[in-house]
């Protein structure tokens, strides 16, 4: 089966969007989609940016919002933008690695509607701890999982991963040759890609 890895950071509203339907369509296609969290902030960082681009650049900020607001209209998802934003998405990426594979995109779903659909923050184990109560996980028993030095390393392995392969931003999509698309408006077009790849 043709193979198409979904790169997110959970402060990353674009990554919202394409994680509310990105399952579906893969699924439609015939392709198999690997949910692979990571972290914007030390890509920033090596590019000289203390954060968001959309911080930096206000009109690029405020043009975003609208059109997450825009799109999500359009796809019936609610938006709230998080204040502040960027937020803090260290524990939720850990945890999203820590709870068991099969539940990564129901858990980082669930992440993403928290902060986008009702305003709530991501770096508040309160929150976290309701999210992986509700998928039936032991809260205490994943949050030591996520904090464990294993986890923490495979998290720095992902970033730098996703460094060596050129990403810059999220969310992005890698097929199995190598070849990257940037944004939830390639999404459509990343899964065709895998999909001839594999099929050639």
Do not use: H
């Amino acid at each position: 089966m043709a193979q198409l890895d979904f790169w997110y950071d959970f402060a990353s509203t674009y990554s919202y969007l394409a994680a509310m339907r990105c399952d579906a369509l893969a699924e439609a296609a015939g392709v198999a989609l690997n949910w692979r969290p990571f972290l914007l902030g030390p890509i920033f960082a090596a590019q000289g940016w203390t954060t968001s681009p959309f911080n930096l650049y206000p009109a690029k900020g405020r043009y975003m919002l609208r059109d997450i607001e825009r799109l999500g209209a359009q796809r019936g998802l609610k938006f709230r933008a998080p204040d502040p934003f960027p937020q803090n998405s260290l524990l939720a990426a850990r945890l999203a690695l820590a709870v068991p594979e099969a539940l990564r995109p129901e858990f980082s779903r669930a992440v993403f509607l928290a902060e986008f659909g009702e305003g709530r923050t991501i770096s508040d184990e309160g929150l976290l701890g309701e999210i992986l109560a509700g998928l039936g996980l032991n809260a205490a028993e994943t949050f030591d999982k996520a904090k464990s030095d294993s986890i923490r390393a495979q998290l720095r392995g992902e970033t730098e991963t996703a460094q060596k392969l050129g990403l810059f931003g999220a969310p992005s999509f890698v097929a199995g040759d190598g070849e990257v698309f940037w944004g939830d408006d390639r999404l459509e077009q990343a899964l065709a890609w895998a999909k001839d790849a594999r099929d050639k």
